[in-house]
């Protein structure tokens, strides 16, 4: 009964380990920066990663969250804070590579689970069509509390190295 126990949770790791934090765009992790030492197990820490906007070529995002350490940390099972931080810049020409969506709540663009079952960090894009201006929203949800916190974060559109931006089409 032992074994089957060990060999059970051994996979139920496995499987929370391999399984794709993110379901929109591609994020590559930058670093991250320790907040509090942990005696046994990872020390919390703040992350900061990377994700390239899939419908505006020339869009760099980065977003900073906690992450818990210790012991359930260690193991996958600890829940992460409700915080977290975006901020967009222009990184070279805008390029929109699809339709922008106009809809009041945007379009979601980066989506990763924060706990086993409950609580994801979501940003949105919106577009303000009277100033050309992508708006970008981080907001982390949870089935029973809802959104605590958000973050925004605005990019102008501005001509790089002499090629004007791109118009996009809305849909």
Known sequence: ?????????T????????APLSTHAESREIGAVSTAFKLI?????????????PKVKGVTCYVARPKTGGVKGGLGLAEDPSIASVSCS??????????????????????????????????????????GSLIYVARTTRIIEGSPTTSLSVVAPMEWNGVAPGKPQLK
């Open 90 to 131: 222009q990184t070279g020409p805008i390029v929109f590579t699809g339709k922008i969506n106009t809809r009041e709540k945007g379009e979601e663009v980066f989506d990763e689970s924060r706990s086993l079952i409950f609580k994801s960090l979501s940003i949105n894009r919106m577009y303000d069509q009277d100033n």
């Open 1 to 9: 009964m032992k074994h089957l126990l060990k060999t059970a949770a």
């Open 41 to 53: 197990g990872p020390n919390h820490k703040i992350v900061v990663s990377a994700f390239d906007d």
């Open 11 to 18: 996979l139920c790791l496995s499987i929370i380990t391999l």
